[in-house]
């Protein structure tokens, strides 16, 4: 049996409650489709995001992961979004430097309104993961079943 | 130097004002200088040379809040941004702790001097600018400034960002530019940078001295040591985990890292991970503006801090250095 003709990627989206949830909801309830790879995971705020979900999300098999949240002067915590702006910048240069393939961190800014712009970015998201492959660099053995 | 220290000292603790003195005293080996607490009695045993290369400052966060009375602490130059930025994070009471700035004039580093072929040491001596150095082979020679610590080769300057006195003279050691390394890395295929850190990374042993000595690193509960996690022990070497715990000790004292080096100099691996926490401090101050931790006391740090203009994280896509 090839692992590779079954692959598809696993992505995982971080999305802020107030927000990119709600576009997410927006998206399924407006009949949008985008890929079942995708696997939403609810943060309360963008800057909810510890680096560490990013890095464990990787070595525990995930292919892409992808920050989404409120645009930038919409945070429902007013300034949320600017602190993980900065944080995430400065992280994923880290993983540049490190090695790691650009593309495969990202973040969003997808408002409670934009349903299509939801489904949208995960298409593409999905679409740059599927040609960069799968995530050899940053997965732990123990972690596989 | 070491006997106007002592002096000075004795002065200082004969009213029982103070609690002690947090210096150096002979480790196990004859060039290593282990921190140690001192008192009026014990002072004979203080040693300040050219071995003295470690950074005292964490040990004031346990030893300043054991006490009524205020600590004595003895920094160099680069321990001040340390001593300031752990002031800033309110893990030191300023009030607590009087500090006497010690010159220096860049410290040694004896590995260095073993990878320079000169094996069987015995005895060092300075004279200026060179080291005569005694072995079991004869006696030997080095230049003085060929054989600085790796962090002395970044040095701040010689002046104490915090003293309340300052004892001898102090010298600046740096040596071209500090980022040069970090370029190396950069102007490489990704690769090749990943080979290179899977490769450094692969050889840690989580021995923990990185964090343990890091002064910007001081939770009393770390991440990493949590037993549920499933991957607290060593990995295979291909694995992720050391690379993991070696990004977010980077990543978490980003904007507090005072680029002391202390975790390249106690890493037992030799791996440079200096290079690491570099390379943040270098993309800080080239995206959020220049900014040196431990300036001064009561600085917000960038990552605590943001602007309505700042940079999207696409925008790593788009810079330069290797693809």
């Given at each position: 049996?090839?692992?590779?003709?079954?692959?598809?990627?696993?992505?995982?989206?971080?999305?802020?409650?107030?927000?990119?949830?709600?576009?997410?909801?927006?998206?399924?309830?407006?009949?949008?489709?985008?890929?079942?790879?995708?696997?939403?995971?609810?943060?309360?705020?963008?800057?909810?995001?510890?680096?560490?979900?990013?890095?464990?999300?990787?070595?525990?098999?995930?292919?892409?992961?992808?920050?989404?949240?409120?645009?930038?002067?919409?945070?429902?915590?007013?300034?949320?979004?600017?602190?993980?702006?900065?944080?995430?910048?400065?992280?994923?240069?880290?993983?540049?430097?490190?090695?790691?393939?650009?593309?495969?961190?990202?973040?969003?800014?997808?408002?409670?309104?934009?349903?299509?712009?939801?489904?949208?970015?995960?298409?593409?998201?999905?679409?740059?993961?599927?040609?960069?492959?799968?995530?050899?660099?940053?997965?732990?053995?123990?972690?596989?079943? | 130097?070491?006997?106007?220290?002592?002096?000075?000292?004795?002065?200082?603790?004969?009213?029982?004002?103070?609690?002690?003195?947090?210096?150096w005293a002979q480790g196990e080996t004859p060039f290593d200088r282990?921190?140690?607490?001192?008192?009026?009695?014990?002072?004979?045993?203080?040693?300040?040379?050219?071995?003295?290369?470690?950074?005292?400052?964490?040990?004031?966060?346990?030893?300043?809040?054991?006490?009524?009375?205020?600590?004595?602490?003895?920094?160099?130059?680069?321990?001040?941004?340390?001593?300031?930025?752990?002031?800033?994070?309110?893990?030191?009471?300023r009030n607590k702790v009087y500090v006497i700035g010690v010159g220096?004039?860049?410290?040694?580093?004896?590995?260095?001097?073993?990878?320079?072929?000169?094996?069987?040491?015995?005895?060092?001596?300075?004279?200026?600018?060179?080291?005569?150095?005694?072995?079991?082979?004869?006696?030997?020679?080095?230049?003085?400034?060929?054989?600085?610590?790796?962090?002395?080769?970044?040095?701040?300057?010689?002046?104490?960002?915090?003293?309340?006195?300052?004892?001898?003279?102090?010298?600046?050691?740096?040596?071209?530019?500090?980022?040069?390394?970090?370029?190396?890395?950069?102007?490489?295929?990704?690769?090749?940078?990943?080979?290179?850190?899977?490769?450094?990374?692969s050889k840690c042993i989580r021995c923990n001295a990185c964090r343990?000595?890091?002064?910007?690193?001081?939770?009393?509960?770390?991440?990493?040591?949590?037993?549920?996690?499933?991957?607290?022990?060593?990995?295979?070497?291909?694995?992720?985990?050391?690379?993991?715990?070696?990004?977010?000790?980077?990543?978490?004292?980003?904007?507090?890292?005072?680029?002391?080096?202390?975790?390249?100099?106690?890493?037992?691996?030799?791996?440079?991970?200096?290079?690491?926490?570099?390379?943040?401090?270098?993309?800080?101050?080239?995206?959020?503006?220049?900014?040196?931790?431990?300036?001064?006391?009561?600085?917000?740090?960038?990552?605590?801090?943001?602007?309505?203009?700042?940079?999207?994280?696409?925008?790593?896509?788009?810079?330069?250095?290797?693809?």
């Open positions: 049996m090839s692992m590779n003709q079954e692959w598809t990627p696993k992505i995982v989206a971080f999305c802020c409650n107030w927000c990119s949830y709600a576009g997410a909801d927006l998206a399924g309830s407006g009949r949008m489709n985008y890929p079942a790879n995708v696997k939403i995971i609810r943060i309360p705020c963008s800057c909810r995001l510890n680096p560490m979900f990013v890095l464990r999300a990787f070595q525990r098999g995930a292919d892409g992961v992808i920050l989404c949240g409120c645009h930038p002067g919409d945070c429902h915590y007013s300034t949320g979004n600017y602190y993980a702006r900065r944080r995430m910048t400065v992280l994923f240069s880290l993983l540049d430097y490190m090695g790691i393939e650009r593309g495969r961190t990202r973040v969003e800014w997808v408002s409670a309104a934009e349903g299509a712009k939801f489904a949208a970015t995960m298409n593409d998201f999905v679409k740059t993961i599927t040609e960069l492959g799968e995530n050899k660099k940053l997965g732990d053995l123990r972690c596989k079943k | 130097m070491q006997e106007m220290i002592i002096n000075r000292l004795r002065e200082l603790l004969a009213d029982g004002e103070y609690a002690g003195v947090i210096g282990t921190p140690n607490l001192f008192n009026a009695e014990g002072l004979d045993q203080l040693r300040y040379d050219s071995f003295c290369g470690s950074n005292l400052s964490k040990y004031l966060v346990q030893q300043a809040s054991k006490t009524e009375k205020k600590i004595i602490a003895l920094l160099k130059p680069c321990d001040c941004y340390s001593f300031n930025q752990l002031c800033t994070e309110h893990r030191i009471d220096c004039k860049g410290k040694i580093d004896v590995e260095k001097i073993r990878k320079a072929g000169i094996k069987g040491i015995t005895g060092i001596t300075e004279d200026g600018d060179l080291l005569k150095i005694e072995t079991m082979y004869g006696e030997k020679e080095i230049s003085r400034k060929d054989v600085l610590l790796e962090k002395c080769l970044a040095c701040k300057g010689k002046e104490h960002k915090c003293a309340d006195e300052v004892l001898g003279e102090s010298e600046e050691t740096c040596s071209g530019d500090k980022y040069a390394a970090v370029r190396r890395l950069e102007a490489m295929t990704a690769e090749e940078r990943f080979e290179f850190w899977r490769g450094e990374l343990n000595v890091c002064p910007a690193c001081s939770c009393i509960k770390c991440v990493f040591d949590n037993p549920n996690s499933g991957v607290q022990n060593k990995a295979a070497a291909d694995d992720f985990e050391e690379s993991l715990f070696h990004i977010i000790r980077a990543y978490h004292v980003a904007g507090r890292c005072t680029d002391c080096g202390e975790c390249s100099r106690v890493c037992p691996q030799g791996i440079p991970l200096h290079l690491l926490n570099r390379r943040i401090i270098q993309d800080v101050n080239e995206l959020y503006g220049d900014y040196q931790a431990g300036e001064s006391i009561g600085q917000r740090h960038p990552l605590t801090d943001f602007t309505l203009e700042d940079e999207e994280p696409s925008v790593i896509d788009t810079r330069g250095g290797g693809k």
